[in-house]
């Protein structure tokens, strides 16, 4: 049977077993584009740029953890919970060096075809609904940006943040309110 | 609920720029990272020599010294460079 068919548990067995290379290529090749979706909602967009590096890194960690890893979850939820916590971990390294954008960088972005002003106080908003989100919990902004930004599905929210789908629905509801209480402080309206 | 609306319009346009996607080297670069490292043809007879040229060193260096003193002196350098090595392995696995 290809190693393509064959379930997680056994690719894992291979790996820890015979250290075999091409199974652990297949989880890999599995798990690489979730990873990298989890990594890139947690980063979000000022940090996007990291997310391969950090997606990297998740890997090489299950690689090098594979030994202790002793089932009790499934492995995906594992994975998922290293990439969680890895990614965290990115963000919080780089938050030392979060790139400011002044007005002055705003303005030149703003597009010529339409009323500037408009356009520009749009932009305004845009940003403090970014900078609004930095502040809610983890959770919360990885699932906003799932939803919003990556256009996830939400059974595929459930599985990388290892909640329920109403667990998942209820994030984004009470996201959406804080977001809206916070905007409303710095003057804008939804 | 009307605000739960506006609030999604309101973030479907503040997230509607591109997502990164991955690159098609990102698999190749992971496996070369996790692929043990093995010494070329070359660096192995390059290492070959440099231990036994180390070795022809040492003993002729402790040539007027008994042979249980020139055993612990050689024991105890390799002990020293095989540490140094996993350590050095060690900060570069980022543990």
């Not at chain 1, 749009?122 to 990885?142: G, K």
């Amino acid at each position: 049977m290809p190693y393509a068919e064959r379930p997680d548990e056994w690719l894992v067995a291979r790996c820890r077993e015979a250290a075999d290379e091409a199974a652990f290529a297949e989880l890999v090749t599995r798990y690489r584009g979730p990873v990298f979706r989890l990594v890139v909602s947690i980063l979000g967009q000022a940090f996007a740029a990291d997310a391969e590096d950090v997606a990297q890194d998740v890997m090489v960690r299950i690689h090098q953890a594979l030994p202790t890893f002793r089932g009790d979850a499934k492995f995906g939820t594992w994975v998922y919970r290293i990439a969680f916590n890895q990614a965290l971990n990115a963000k919080a390294r780089a938050r030392f060096r979060v790139p400011h954008v002044g007005d002055e960088a705003l303005e030149q972005a703003v597009s010529r075809d339409r009323d500037p002003h408009e356009r520009l106080q749009e932009t305004r908003r845009d940003r403090a609904v970014v900078d609004c989100m930095n502040d809610l919990p983890e959770v919360y902004q990885s699932a906003l940006r799932l939803h919003y930004w990556l256009g996830a599905s939400m059974s595929e929210i459930a599985t990388l943040l290892d909640v329920p789908e109403n667990t998942v629905k209820s994030y984004l509801h009470r996201a959406r309110r804080l977001l809206s209480v916070m905007l409303a402080e710095r003057g804008f309206h939804a | 609920m009307h605000d739960d609306d506006a609030m999604d319009r309101l973030l479907r346009g503040a997230m509607a720029a591109e997502a990164p996607r991955l690159s098609h080297a990102f698999e190749t670069a992971v496996m070369r990272r996790v692929r043990p490292r093995r010494l070329s043809a070359r660096g192995r007879v390059t290492m070959v020599v440099y231990a036994a040229v180390a070795l022809a060193l040492s003993v002729w260096s402790m040539r007027g010294l008994d042979l249980r003193t020139m055993a612990v002196g050689v024991t105890a350098g390799l002990a020293i460079a095989a540490g140094a090595s996993a350590y050095v392995r060690r900060l570069a696995s980022g543990d």
